[in-house]
């Protein structure tokens, strides 16, 4: 079965870090562009950061810039958000999610997501 | 940035209605526009990739169409398990933006 699941979700305060690892499983994850994704209780989802295949493209969501890093670590099938100097709006659900083989670059299997709460 | 706009914002309706749902985007995106359906609680599922085109396993109930600004996500008879939030995202441009979402809920 092809699937994705994210841990390393928490609570944590304002200022504070915390990493996400997302492990596929059913696929070869390193032929693949990943994504992190975000929902803030109640809103829309939100795109938050993308790394390629080999890591020589990575971007993010402006507000996220310089304080959330994606890697990733293909020979253990996973890839990772470092995320840093976490604010109050940083509250979401945080969903990891590749980007198929279909055609038009659609994100075709995502995590069940994690919580990251910050709060004081 | 490209922002995308949904229509209607809420929509009530009735099993067998067929519905649609509006996508608008700033400025043209080609055919790089995608369309999820979620259910509280659950991660976004994809329904049309490339405007147009059905994700495998997704009922052929649902069909996209449109390119450049102006998207459309048709559901020909809607089901009781229909009944949810549906978004539409671009990933022509970075960053990549989602739609606030339509919401299908019983009449």
């Known amino acids: 079965e092809v699937k994705m699941v994210e841990s390393g979700g928490g609570l944590v305060k304002p200022g504070g870090s915390l990493r996400l690892s997302c492990a596929a499983s059913?696929?070869?994850?390193?032929?693949?562009?990943v994504n992190w994704v975000r929902q803030a209780p109640g809103k829309g989802p939100e795109w938050v950061a993308s790394?390629?295949?080999?890591?020589?493209?990575?971007h993010y969501l402006d507000s996220v810039e310089g304080r959330f890093t994606v890697s990733r670590d293909n020979a253990k099938n996973s890839f990772f958000l470092q995320m840093d100097s976490l604010r109050a709006e940083d509250t979401a659900v945080y969903y990891c999610?590749?980007?198929?083989?279909?055609?038009?670059?659609?994100?075709?299997?995502w995590g069940q997501g994690t919580m990251v709460t910050v709060s004081s | 940035d490209i922002q995308l706009t949904q229509s209607p914002s809420y929509l009530s309706a009735s099993v067998g209605d067929r519905v649609s749902i509006t996508c608008r985007a700033s400025?043209?995106?080609?055919?790089?526009l995608a369309w999820y359906q979620q259910s509280p609680g659950k991660a976004p599922k994809l329904l049309i990739f490339?405007?147009?085109s059905l994700q495998s396993g997704v009922p052929s109930r649902f069909s996209g169409s449109g390119s450049g600004t102006e998207f459309t996500l048709t559901i020909s008879s809607l089901q009781p398990e229909d009944f949810a939030t549906y978004y539409c995202?671009?990933?022509?441009?970075?960053?990549?933006?989602f739609g606030p979402g339509t919401t299908v809920d019983f009449k």
């Open positions: 999610a590749r980007v198929g083989f279909q055609g038009g670059d659609a994100f075709d299997v």
């Open positions: 059913g696929f070869t994850l390193s032929t693949y562009i």
């Open positions: 790394i390629s295949a080999r890591s020589d493209y990575i």
């Open positions: 400025q043209g995106v080609s055919t790089y």
């Open positions: 490339a405007a147009s």
């Open positions: 995202l671009q990933i022509d441009t970075y960053p990549f933006t």
